[in-house]
Antibody, heavy 117, light 108 residues
Framework: QVQLQESGPGLVKPSQTLSLTCTVS??????????WSWIRQHPGKGLEWIGY???????YYNPSLKSRVTISVDTSKNQFSLILSSVIAADTAVYYC?????????WGQGTLVTVSS | SYVLTQPPSVSVAPGQTARITCEGN??????VHWYQQKPGQAPVLVVY???DRPSGIPERFSGSNSGNTATLTINRVEAGDEADYYC???????????FGGGTKLTVL
């Protein structure tokens, strides 16, 4: 059974770079034509899709975040990663990694990232 | 951009039927997906492609979609169904994945 687990710093200073990694276990990140996404949830708010990556490295990002987002994949480690640059307080959220391109059938448990000095 | 509108809250007694709506312009032409999120937990997919259920999701959960409204129906509601529910679509015109604002289901 495929499982996802996010990891990374829980606190990032304003203007710096948020970096998170999602480790895929129970299956290969390269198999099955799967796409891998990042989604975030501001405290007490709804869900916002950030972007996805295919194991080949092709990506697509939410236009509202595109200028600050990079998603990459490391098939040798069965991981994919999120980089969000120039963070501000409004980037404080729970960040989830998930499997899927058009909908998301497996999610990580989520990790809270707080942007604060 | 495409907007999905959900009622903020729905309340239902145990054993009754809960219906959670998701409104969007001509949403009937899109595939709608539904997620359940309990406090402190990640969302769980409960319905995809309007009316299909992932394995492990009870048959009590069903979905429909027509016109400008999609509906998640939960039959024989249990206390454990109390959660936030989100609808989601892929908007082909913008290639954007859009979520509704969420509905809090309260089991009385």
């Amino acid at each position: 059974q495929v499982q996802l687990q996010e990891s990374g710093p829980g606190l990032v200073k304003p203007s710096q770079t948020l970096s998170l990694t999602c480790t895929v276990s129970g299956g290969s990140i390269s198999s099955g034509g799967n796409y891998w996404s990042w989604i975030r949830q501001h405290p007490g708010k709804g869900l916002e899709w950030i972007g996805y990556i295919y194991y080949s490295g092709s990506t697509y990002y939410n236009p509202s975040l595109k200028s600050r987002v990079t998603i990459s994949v490391d098939t040798s480690k069965n991981q994919f990663s999120l980089i969000l640059s120039s963070v501000i307080a409004a980037d404080t959220a729970v960040y989830y990694c998930a499997r899927g391109r058009y909908y998301f059938d497996i999610w990580g448990q989520g990790t809270l990232v707080t942007v604060s000095s | 951009s495409y907007v999905l509108t959900q009622p903020p809250s729905v309340s239902v007694a145990p054993g009754q039927t809960a219906r959670i709506t998701c409104e969007g312009n001509n949403i009937g032409s899109k595939n709608v997906h539904w997620y359940q999120q309990k406090p402190g937990q990640a969302p769980v997919l409960v319905v995809y492609d309007d009316s299909d259920r992932p394995s492990g999701i009870p048959e009590r959960f069903s979905g429909s979609n027509s016109g400008n409204t999609a509906t998640l129906t939960i039959n024989r509601v249990e206390a454990g169904d109390e959660a936030d529910y989100y609808c989601q679509v892929w908007d082909s015109s913008s290639d954007h994945r859009v979520f509704g604002g969420g509905t809090k289901l309260t089991v009385l």
